[in-house]
């Protein structure tokens, strides 16, 4: 059973940082292109950003225009967990952020990343 369990939320001011975590277990989660969405109260749930899976050292990152130049997501396929590191918070990133893995292997790369697994979400608050 997938299992994907993020950390790492909380409360924050305006221009602070966090770094969220995403711990996968019972797949090979090394293989698959991970990412993370968020949602808002009364609002969709959006895209945020996700990187590619590789067999060798080359990864491709995408974001959401919103968050591009202050979150960067990276991958530590030793301790199948990705991260965000989210710099200069704003009010408007306040949501709960779901932490996704997309099966397709061209995700990231040449089609745009989907989640297939999810995990539990973990709120981030940023105040003004």
């Known amino acids: 059973q997938a299992q994907l369990v993020e950390s790492g939320g909380g409360l924050v001011q305006a221009g602070g940082s966090l770094r969220l975590s995403c711990a996968a277990s019972?797949?090979?989660?090394?293989?698959?292109?991970m990412g993370w969405f968020r949602q808002a109260p009364g609002k969709e749930r959006e895209f945020v950003g996700a990187?590619?899976?590789?067999?060798?050292?080359?990864?491709?990152?995408d974001y959401a225009d919103s968050v591009k130049g202050r979150f960067t997501i990276s991958r530590s396929n030793a301790k199948n967990t990705v991260y965000l590191q989210m710099k200069r918070l704003k009010p408007e990133d306040t949501a709960v952020y779901y932490c996704?893995?997309?099966?397709?292997?061209?995700?990231?790369?040449?089609?745009?990343?989907?989640?297939?697994?999810w995990g539990q979400g973990t709120q981030v608050t940023v105040s003004s």
């Open positions: 990187i590619s899976w590789s067999d060798g050292n080359l990864y491709y990152a």
């Open positions: 996704a893995a997309d099966l397709d292997v061209t995700s990231v790369v040449r089609t745009p990343f989907r989640g297939h697994y």
């Open positions: 019972g797949q090979t989660f090394s293989r698959y292109a």
